[in-house]
C-alpha cells in the first residue's frame, strides 16, 4: 500500500492554508482512518459476515445485522474480503486478520474455482453449488487482486500459483489480439458469453471501461507479486489502451461501454470510476519502468480530477453518483465513489500541491463521517437515499457491498498521510 511515486509540490510545507501545522494534522488523520478501518470496517466483517455453522462468508447481510437467507455467495465479495484483509495484515501484522485472509482464500480456492475448466464461477449458493457459472472476467480480475495481496503477505506459493492461472485464462480468452484490450466475459468452458452484463443496469457489450480498470488493479497488483516479462508487457498495453481508447481528453471523463472497435455506446459518466481511475492508472505506472507511460497516466489523472473536481461534486462535500442524458443527477449516493474520492483527490495533491484538492479529500472525509459511517451497526451504509439517510431495506454485506473500497482508503491513506509526516 505505500505509495512509490509522490512528487513534493508547492503542497509539502510546514503548515497548510488554515495555519495548523501538517505533520501534527496528518498524524491525527492517519490515526482517525485506522481507527475507522481497525476498529469499526474489519470487525464488522469478522463478527457479522462468517457464516460459523459453515464455515464461510453470508452471501449477503442487511443493515439490521441479519444475514439474508437464500443470498448467493458472490466470487467478486469473496475475492475483495480476500484483498482487503491480506493487505491489513501486511500493514498491522494481526494474526485474525490472516485468519480471516486464509479462511476467504480456502472459500475461494475450494468453492468457487471450476475443477474442470478452471476459473471463478460468477455466483454459487450457501452449499457451494453453482447459481453462475459463467466466467465474468471482471470476477477472474478480483480473484488475481486477491490472490496476489495473498501471496505477498504470507509468501504462499498456492495463492500465486491460482492468481498466474487466471491471468493465464484471461490471456488465452479475453485478450483481444485484433483490436486491444480484454472483452467482457466467457461461459464456463470460456467459449463466448451471449448476455455479457455484470448487472440487469449495464449494457450487453463487448468491451467495459469497468472490467478494464480492474484488469489494470489486478495487473498491477499481481506484477508486484510475480515480476514477470509478459505480463508487464499486457499490462502496459491494457493502460495504453485505457488512455487511448476509453479516457475522453477533452471532456475529462471515461466512456463507459464500447462495441469491439471501441466506438463508444453509451453517453453516461460515472464520477466515482472517474477519481478511481485517476489514482489507480498512476498506481499501474509505477509498477512499470516506463517513464513516458508514467508520466502520461499523470497528466490523465489530474485530467479526471479536475472533472471530477468541476463536476462531480454535490454541495455538502459528497461525490454525485453517476448522470446520463435520460437521468441527469441520480439522488441515489453510494459508498465506494466517496472513498475512491478521498484517495482520489488526495492524489492529485501529492502530484501537483494544490491544496483545493486536499480541501476537497478531507470534506468528503468529514461528510462520510457524518452520514455513511454506522458508528451502532459497522462498517458503512452501502446506499443513502435523497433524504440522506440509508437505504430502506439496504445491505451492508452483498454481491458487490464489500469493505475494498473503504478498507482500501483507509490504507491507502494512513500510508500517504504517513509519508507526507515524514517528508
Known sequence: MTPHRRTTGRGAVDQ??????????????????????????LPFWMTHVVDEERGVLHGAVGNDLRPVGGAPRSAVLIARVLWTFAAAHRRFGNPAYLAMANRTLDELSRDFWDPVYGGLYWQIDRTGRPVSDRKHHYAQAFGIYGLSEHHRTTGDPRSLDLARELFRKLEEHAFDRSGGGYIEGSARDWRPLEDRRLGPADLDAPKSMN??????????????????????????????????????????????????????????????????ASWLLCEATDALDDRPLRESARRISLRLADAVHRDGLGPKGSILADVSPVTPTDPLQQWWP??????????????TGDERFERTALRCWTYVKDHFVDREGGDWFKRLGPNGLPEPGGLKAGPWDCPYHHGRMCLEMIARLTERSQE
Open 211 to 276: 472490467t478494464m480498470l480492474h484488469m489494470i488493479e489486478a495487473y498491477t497488483n499481481l506484477l508486484r507479486a510475480w515480476h514477470d516479462r509478459t505480463l508487464a508487457a499486457q499490462l502496459g498495453g491494457l493502460i495504453r489502451v485505457f488512455i487511448e481508447r476509453i479516457v475522453d481528453v477533452r471532456a475529462g471523463h471515461l466512456g463507459l461501454f464500447f462495441d469491439e472497435q471501441w466506438r463508444p455506446l453509451s453517453e453516461s459518466v460515472s464520477f466515482g470510476h472517474d477519481i478511481e
Open 16 to 41: 497548510n492554508e488554515d495555519g495548523m501545522d501538517r505533520t501534527v494534522r496528518n498524524e491525527a488523520l492517519s490515526r482517525d482512518f485506522r481507527e475507522e478501518l481497525t476498529g469499526n470496517i
Open 338 to 351: 466517496q472513498a475512491e474520492a478521498i484517495v482520489g483527490f488526495y492524489n492529485a495533491f501529492q502530484l
